[in-house]
Protein backbone atom coordinates (compact mmCIF):
# COMPACT_ATOMS: atom_id res chain seq x y z
CA UNK A 1 0.00 0.00 0.00
CA UNK A 2 1.24 3.34 -1.20
CA UNK A 3 2.20 5.68 1.78
CA UNK A 4 -1.19 8.29 1.74
CA UNK A 5 0.99 11.24 3.34
CA UNK A 6 4.43 10.41 0.50
CA UNK A 7 4.36 13.57 -0.71
CA UNK A 8 5.75 15.01 2.14
CA UNK A 9 9.30 13.33 0.96
CA UNK A 10 8.50 14.94 -1.90
CA UNK A 11 7.95 17.67 -0.44
CA UNK A 12 10.92 17.89 1.59
CA UNK A 13 13.31 17.11 -1.34
CA UNK A 14 11.78 20.00 -3.16
CA UNK A 15 12.31 21.90 -0.26
CA UNK A 16 15.93 20.59 -0.06
CA UNK A 17 16.73 21.61 -3.71
CA UNK A 18 15.30 24.75 -3.91
CA UNK A 19 17.15 26.12 -0.83
CA UNK A 20 19.43 28.58 -3.23
CA UNK A 21 16.59 29.65 -5.04
CA UNK A 22 14.15 30.56 -2.30
CA UNK A 23 15.01 31.64 0.89
CA UNK A 24 13.88 30.54 4.17
CA UNK A 25 12.27 33.23 5.94
CA UNK A 26 9.98 31.58 8.28
CA UNK A 27 10.79 29.19 11.62
CA UNK A 28 8.42 26.99 9.95
CA UNK A 29 10.07 26.44 6.76
CA UNK A 30 13.27 24.85 8.68
CA UNK A 31 13.44 20.75 9.89
CA UNK A 32 15.60 20.41 12.95
CA UNK A 33 16.73 16.86 13.02
CA UNK A 34 17.01 16.29 17.21
CA UNK A 35 19.42 13.09 18.34
CA UNK A 36 17.15 12.25 21.82
CA UNK A 37 20.21 11.23 23.20
CA UNK A 38 19.16 11.65 26.67
CA UNK A 39 14.68 10.71 26.15
CA UNK A 40 15.07 7.40 23.34
CA UNK A 41 18.34 6.21 23.06
CA UNK A 42 18.11 1.99 24.79
CA UNK A 43 18.61 -1.02 22.68
CA UNK A 44 15.01 -1.66 23.02
CA UNK A 45 12.68 1.12 22.48
CA UNK A 46 8.78 1.85 22.98
CA UNK A 47 6.29 3.64 20.36
CA UNK A 48 3.09 4.74 20.04
CA UNK A 49 0.94 7.75 19.82
CA UNK A 50 -1.10 10.14 21.97
CA UNK A 51 -4.33 9.95 20.30
CA UNK A 52 -5.78 8.90 16.53
CA UNK A 53 -3.35 6.51 14.49
CA UNK A 54 -0.21 6.51 13.13
CA UNK A 55 1.86 4.94 10.23
CA UNK A 56 4.85 3.34 9.96
CA UNK A 57 6.78 4.25 6.86
CA UNK A 58 9.64 2.88 4.88
CA UNK A 59 11.32 6.62 4.29
CA UNK A 60 13.34 5.07 1.44
CA UNK A 61 10.12 4.75 -0.67
CA UNK A 62 7.39 6.41 1.34
CA UNK A 63 5.21 3.30 1.37
CA UNK A 64 3.06 2.87 4.58
CA UNK A 65 4.03 -0.39 6.05
CA UNK A 66 1.22 -0.70 9.07
CA UNK A 67 -0.57 1.65 10.94
CA UNK A 68 -0.90 1.77 14.72
CA UNK A 69 -3.75 3.47 17.42
CA UNK A 70 -3.57 5.24 20.55
CA UNK A 71 -3.24 2.82 23.48
CA UNK A 72 -1.03 0.53 21.29
CA UNK A 73 2.36 0.33 22.46
CA UNK A 74 5.32 -1.45 19.98
CA UNK A 75 8.37 -2.49 20.74
CA UNK A 76 11.50 -1.47 18.71
CA UNK A 77 14.46 -3.70 18.28
CA UNK A 78 17.32 -3.57 15.70
CA UNK A 79 18.05 -7.19 14.42
CA UNK A 80 20.94 -8.11 12.05
CA UNK A 81 20.52 -5.43 9.29
CA UNK A 82 16.52 -4.59 10.03
CA UNK A 83 14.38 -2.48 12.24
CA UNK A 84 11.53 -4.41 13.62
CA UNK A 85 8.78 -3.07 15.32
CA UNK A 86 6.15 -5.53 16.88
CA UNK A 87 2.49 -5.20 18.76
CA UNK A 88 1.11 -7.86 19.64
CA UNK A 89 0.48 -10.46 16.99
CA UNK A 90 1.26 -7.31 14.33
CA UNK A 91 5.14 -6.74 13.16
CA UNK A 92 6.96 -4.48 10.90
CA UNK A 93 10.29 -4.72 9.87
CA UNK A 94 12.93 -2.75 6.83
CA UNK A 95 16.21 -1.72 6.93
CA UNK A 96 15.26 1.99 7.65
CA UNK A 97 11.81 2.74 9.42
CA UNK A 98 10.08 6.18 9.95
CA UNK A 99 6.71 6.86 12.20
CA UNK A 100 4.16 9.86 11.76
CA UNK A 101 0.99 10.51 13.32
CA UNK A 102 -1.93 9.71 10.77
CA UNK A 103 -4.89 11.67 12.32
CA UNK A 104 -4.06 14.42 14.91
CA UNK A 105 -1.88 13.49 18.23
CA UNK A 106 1.43 13.36 18.82
CA UNK A 107 4.12 10.40 18.25
CA UNK A 108 5.38 8.80 21.54
CA UNK A 109 8.38 7.12 22.40
CA UNK A 110 10.59 6.07 25.59
CA UNK A 111 12.59 3.58 26.57
CA UNK A 112 9.81 1.89 28.85
CA UNK A 113 5.96 1.29 27.56
CA UNK A 114 5.09 3.41 30.93
CA UNK A 115 7.67 6.24 30.21
CA UNK A 116 6.40 7.47 26.71
CA UNK A 117 6.96 11.56 25.52
CA UNK A 118 5.21 13.03 23.21
CA UNK A 119 7.10 14.39 20.10
CA UNK A 120 5.53 17.29 17.40
CA UNK A 121 6.85 16.02 13.89
CA UNK A 122 7.91 12.40 12.86
CA UNK A 123 10.43 9.86 14.58
CA UNK A 124 13.13 7.96 12.76
CA UNK A 125 16.31 5.29 14.20
CA UNK A 126 19.69 5.20 13.71
CA UNK A 127 21.80 2.77 15.07
CA UNK A 128 24.92 4.26 17.60
CA UNK A 129 26.72 2.13 19.98
CA UNK A 130 24.84 -0.88 20.11
CA UNK A 131 21.92 0.63 21.03
CA UNK A 132 18.75 2.51 18.39
CA UNK A 133 19.16 6.55 19.04
CA UNK A 134 15.65 8.47 17.69
CA UNK A 135 16.05 10.88 16.03
CA UNK A 136 13.00 13.42 15.50
CA UNK A 137 12.22 15.31 12.64
CA UNK A 138 10.46 18.64 13.81
CA UNK A 139 10.33 21.91 12.47
CA UNK A 140 12.12 25.06 13.73
CA UNK A 141 9.07 26.89 15.37
CA UNK A 142 8.13 23.67 17.57
CA UNK A 143 11.76 22.71 18.16
CA UNK A 144 12.16 26.18 19.72
CA UNK A 145 8.73 26.37 21.68
CA UNK A 146 9.92 22.94 23.11
CA UNK A 147 13.60 24.26 24.30
CA UNK A 148 12.75 27.56 25.36
CA UNK A 149 10.56 26.61 28.81
CA UNK A 150 14.00 24.36 29.46
CA UNK A 151 16.64 27.12 29.36
CA UNK A 152 14.74 30.03 31.06
CA UNK A 153 11.89 29.99 33.65
CA UNK A 154 8.66 30.52 31.57
CA UNK A 155 7.74 33.41 34.21
CA UNK A 156 10.32 35.56 33.06
CA UNK A 157 9.61 39.11 31.73
CA UNK A 158 8.25 38.74 28.04
CA UNK A 159 11.26 40.93 26.81
CA UNK A 160 13.67 38.52 28.08
CA UNK A 161 11.84 35.46 27.16
CA UNK A 162 12.08 37.03 23.90
CA UNK A 163 16.03 37.51 23.68
CA UNK A 164 16.37 34.10 24.82
CA UNK A 165 14.33 32.96 21.69
CA UNK A 166 16.44 35.01 19.49
CA UNK A 167 19.55 32.96 21.23
CA UNK A 168 18.34 29.91 21.27
CA UNK A 169 17.19 30.39 17.33
CA UNK A 170 20.73 31.84 16.65
CA UNK A 171 22.46 29.05 18.68
CA UNK A 172 20.36 26.27 16.98
CA UNK A 173 21.38 27.46 13.39
CA UNK A 174 25.05 27.43 14.39
CA UNK A 175 24.99 23.83 14.93
CA UNK A 176 23.06 22.48 12.20
CA UNK A 177 24.75 19.35 10.64
CA UNK A 178 26.84 19.25 14.36
CA UNK A 179 26.37 15.61 14.12
CA UNK A 180 26.13 14.96 10.88
CA UNK A 181 27.94 11.50 11.30
CA UNK A 182 25.10 10.18 13.30
CA UNK A 183 22.37 11.86 11.07
CA UNK A 184 20.99 14.54 13.15
CA UNK A 185 21.41 18.63 14.03
CA UNK A 186 21.35 18.69 17.90
CA UNK A 187 20.93 16.21 20.85
CA UNK A 188 18.24 17.11 23.38
CA UNK A 189 20.96 18.30 26.25
CA UNK A 190 23.75 20.05 27.37
CA UNK A 191 26.07 20.67 25.31
CA UNK A 192 23.46 21.20 22.93
CA UNK A 193 20.04 22.96 24.44
CA UNK A 194 17.32 20.87 26.48
CA UNK A 195 14.81 20.14 24.55
CA UNK A 196 11.62 18.49 25.99
CA UNK A 197 9.54 17.97 23.44
CA UNK A 198 5.60 18.52 23.97
CA UNK A 199 5.37 18.26 27.51
CA UNK A 200 7.70 20.94 27.73
CA UNK A 201 5.75 24.12 25.52
CA UNK A 202 4.12 26.80 27.83
CA UNK A 203 2.15 30.35 26.14
CA UNK A 204 4.72 32.03 27.55
CA UNK A 205 7.37 30.67 25.74
CA UNK A 206 5.58 30.21 22.52
CA UNK A 207 4.71 33.65 22.14
CA UNK A 208 8.13 34.72 22.45
CA UNK A 209 9.12 32.64 20.14
CA UNK A 210 5.99 33.49 17.52
CA UNK A 211 7.13 37.36 18.43
CA UNK A 212 10.91 37.03 17.38
CA UNK A 213 9.97 34.78 14.42
CA UNK A 214 12.92 34.16 12.24
CA UNK A 215 15.21 36.91 13.91
CA UNK A 216 18.45 35.84 14.23
CA UNK A 217 21.90 37.35 15.65
CA UNK A 218 24.40 37.82 12.56
CA UNK A 219 27.96 39.16 12.56
CA UNK A 220 29.83 39.94 9.38
CA UNK A 221 27.25 37.87 7.43
CA UNK A 222 27.08 34.81 9.65
CA UNK A 223 24.78 33.91 12.40
CA UNK A 224 26.39 34.79 15.45
CA UNK A 225 27.74 31.77 18.16
CA UNK A 226 25.01 33.47 20.41
CA UNK A 227 26.01 31.25 23.93
CA UNK A 228 24.10 31.95 27.28
CA UNK A 229 24.45 31.24 30.26
CA UNK A 230 22.36 31.37 33.72
CA UNK A 231 24.41 34.44 35.35
CA UNK A 232 27.31 36.19 35.10
CA UNK A 233 28.28 37.71 38.78
CA UNK A 234 28.37 41.23 37.34
CA UNK A 235 30.65 40.48 34.06
CA UNK A 236 30.32 38.60 31.15
CA UNK A 237 33.07 36.07 30.38
CA UNK A 238 35.40 36.45 27.21
CA UNK A 239 34.26 33.47 24.96
CA UNK A 240 38.01 31.98 25.19
CA UNK A 241 38.21 32.07 28.99
CA UNK A 242 34.73 30.36 29.38
CA UNK A 243 35.43 27.67 26.96
CA UNK A 244 38.56 25.32 26.61
CA UNK A 245 39.83 25.94 22.98
CA UNK A 246 37.13 28.32 21.56
CA UNK A 247 38.91 30.81 19.83
CA UNK A 248 38.40 35.02 20.60
CA UNK A 249 35.26 36.46 18.77
CA UNK A 250 34.75 40.41 19.22
CA UNK A 251 31.21 39.84 19.96
CA UNK A 252 31.75 37.53 22.86
CA UNK A 253 34.71 39.44 24.52
CA UNK A 254 32.84 40.05 27.90
CA UNK A 255 30.72 43.06 29.35
CA UNK A 256 30.04 44.53 32.26
CA UNK A 257 26.50 43.53 33.62
CA UNK A 258 25.76 46.08 36.04
CA UNK A 259 23.16 49.15 36.68
CA UNK A 260 23.94 52.59 36.88
CA UNK A 261 24.28 52.18 40.49
CA UNK A 262 26.83 49.28 39.69
CA UNK A 263 24.89 46.56 41.14
CA UNK A 264 25.16 43.53 38.81
CA UNK A 265 21.80 43.00 36.88
CA UNK A 266 21.82 39.14 37.77
CA UNK A 267 21.67 40.09 41.42
CA UNK A 268 18.20 38.27 41.65
CA UNK A 269 19.43 35.01 40.91
CA UNK A 270 18.31 32.48 43.55
CA UNK A 271 21.98 31.49 45.18
CA UNK A 272 23.73 34.10 43.22
CA UNK A 273 26.85 33.23 45.68
CA UNK A 274 28.09 30.15 46.60
CA UNK A 275 30.67 28.38 48.58
CA UNK A 276 32.91 25.01 48.08
CA UNK A 277 35.31 22.73 49.62
CA UNK A 278 37.87 20.98 48.16
CA UNK A 279 39.88 18.42 49.71
CA UNK A 280 43.33 17.82 48.84
CA UNK A 281 42.06 14.47 48.57
CA UNK A 282 39.38 14.53 46.05
CA UNK A 283 42.18 17.14 44.36
CA UNK A 284 44.40 14.36 44.14
CA UNK A 285 41.95 12.13 42.88
CA UNK A 286 40.82 14.79 40.19
CA UNK A 287 44.71 15.15 39.11
CA UNK A 288 46.43 12.55 40.07
CA UNK A 289 49.78 13.39 38.09
CA UNK A 290 50.31 15.90 40.62
CA UNK A 291 50.98 13.81 43.60
CA UNK A 292 50.25 14.49 46.77
CA UNK A 293 48.45 18.12 46.64
CA UNK A 294 50.36 21.13 48.49
CA UNK A 295 48.93 24.08 47.34
CA UNK A 296 46.09 25.35 45.15
CA UNK A 297 46.16 29.28 43.87
CA UNK A 298 44.70 31.43 41.47
CA UNK A 299 48.14 32.04 39.43
CA UNK A 300 46.21 34.78 36.86
CA UNK A 301 42.87 36.12 36.65
CA UNK A 302 41.23 37.83 33.92
CA UNK A 303 40.30 41.33 33.23
CA UNK A 304 36.58 40.34 33.73
CA UNK A 305 36.98 38.55 36.98
CA UNK A 306 37.18 35.10 35.62
CA UNK A 307 39.88 32.61 36.67
CA UNK A 308 41.94 32.34 33.78
CA UNK A 309 45.13 29.67 35.04
CA UNK A 310 44.54 27.82 38.42
CA UNK A 311 48.35 26.32 39.23
CA UNK A 312 47.93 22.99 41.38
CA UNK A 313 51.27 22.15 43.30
CA UNK A 314 51.89 18.38 44.16
CA UNK A 315 54.80 16.71 45.19
CA UNK A 316 55.31 14.76 41.70
CA UNK A 317 54.65 18.06 39.86
CA UNK A 318 52.97 21.63 39.25
CA UNK A 319 50.20 21.62 37.08
CA UNK A 320 48.92 24.92 35.12
CA UNK A 321 45.59 24.85 33.93
CA UNK A 322 43.05 27.34 32.33
CA UNK A 323 40.17 28.00 34.65
CA UNK A 324 38.01 25.98 31.92
CA UNK A 325 40.24 23.43 32.38
CA UNK A 326 40.16 23.24 35.93
CA UNK A 327 36.18 23.43 35.99
CA UNK A 328 35.71 20.79 33.40
CA UNK A 329 37.74 18.59 35.76
CA UNK A 330 36.25 19.04 38.57
CA UNK A 331 32.59 19.50 37.32
CA UNK A 332 29.97 22.28 36.73
CA UNK A 333 27.97 21.47 39.94
CA UNK A 334 31.33 21.43 42.28
CA UNK A 335 32.63 24.98 40.46
CA UNK A 336 29.45 26.62 39.40
CA UNK A 337 31.38 29.55 37.80
CA UNK A 338 35.24 31.04 36.75
CA UNK A 339 34.01 33.94 39.57
CA UNK A 340 35.68 32.72 42.61
CA UNK A 341 38.15 33.12 45.00
CA UNK A 342 40.21 30.34 46.53
CA UNK A 343 40.80 30.82 50.70
CA UNK A 344 43.18 28.38 52.27
CA UNK A 345 41.62 25.49 54.66
CA UNK A 346 43.19 23.45 57.43
CA UNK A 347 42.66 20.30 54.64
CA UNK A 348 42.01 21.95 51.82
CA UNK A 349 40.52 25.14 50.01
CA UNK A 350 37.34 27.08 50.44
CA UNK A 351 36.19 28.67 46.96
CA UNK A 352 34.12 31.40 47.74
CA UNK A 353 32.33 32.60 44.06
CA UNK A 354 29.78 34.36 41.83
CA UNK A 355 27.68 33.50 39.02
CA UNK A 356 26.37 29.89 37.58
CA UNK A 357 27.35 29.01 34.65
CA UNK A 358 30.25 29.48 32.05
CA UNK A 359 29.53 32.87 31.75
CA UNK A 360 29.86 33.64 28.02
CA UNK A 361 27.73 35.46 26.14
CA UNK A 362 24.14 36.44 27.16
CA UNK A 363 23.54 36.28 31.31
CA UNK A 364 20.05 35.05 31.33
CA UNK A 365 19.20 36.60 35.07
CA UNK A 366 20.55 39.78 33.62
CA UNK A 367 18.37 39.60 31.24
CA UNK A 368 15.44 39.28 33.67
CA UNK A 369 16.94 42.40 35.28
CA UNK A 370 17.64 44.43 32.63
CA UNK A 371 13.56 43.44 31.22
CA UNK A 372 12.41 44.21 34.81
CA UNK A 373 14.80 48.08 34.42
CA UNK A 374 12.64 48.55 31.27
CA UNK A 375 15.05 47.61 28.58
CA UNK A 376 13.72 45.91 25.70
CA UNK A 377 14.66 42.60 23.60
CA UNK A 378 16.51 44.00 21.45
CA UNK A 379 18.38 46.61 24.15
CA UNK A 380 19.27 43.10 25.92
CA UNK A 381 20.78 41.57 23.06
CA UNK A 382 22.83 44.38 21.99
CA UNK A 383 24.29 44.56 25.94
CA UNK A 384 25.02 40.84 25.44
CA UNK A 385 26.31 40.71 22.20
CA UNK A 386 27.72 43.95 21.08
CA UNK A 387 28.24 44.10 17.22
CA UNK A 388 25.80 42.08 15.82
CA UNK A 389 22.94 42.42 13.91
CA UNK A 390 19.24 41.37 14.44
CA UNK A 391 17.83 40.21 11.18
CA UNK A 392 15.05 37.98 9.60
CA UNK A 393 16.49 34.85 7.60
Known amino acids: MQHALGTLWIGLLVLTIGLAETPRTRDSDWLIRVGLEQAAWAKVLYISVSEGRFR ?33 QVRVQSERLLV ?18 RYRGHLEWTERDGKLLTINWVRL ?3 LKATLP ?8 PEALKAQAVATRSFTFRRLNRYRQWGYDLCDHAPCQVYGGVEAEHPNTNAAVEAT ?39 LAGVPDTDPSGKPYCSPALNSGWEQTLTREELQRRFPQAGRIRALRLAQRAASGHALQIEIQGDRATLTLSGAEFRSALGATRLRSLRFEIQPQPDGWKLVGCGSGHGAGMCQWGAQGRAL ?21
Open 213 to 251: AGETLMYEGRVAEAVYSASCGGHTAPIEVAMAGARPLPY
Open 56 to 88: WVDPRTGATLSEGRAGQVWELRREGRVYRAVSG
Open 150 to 157: REMPPNFH
Open 100 to 117: EPAEGGFVMVGTAPNALR
Open 141 to 143: DDY
Open 373 to 393: AGQNYRQILEAYYPGTTLQKL
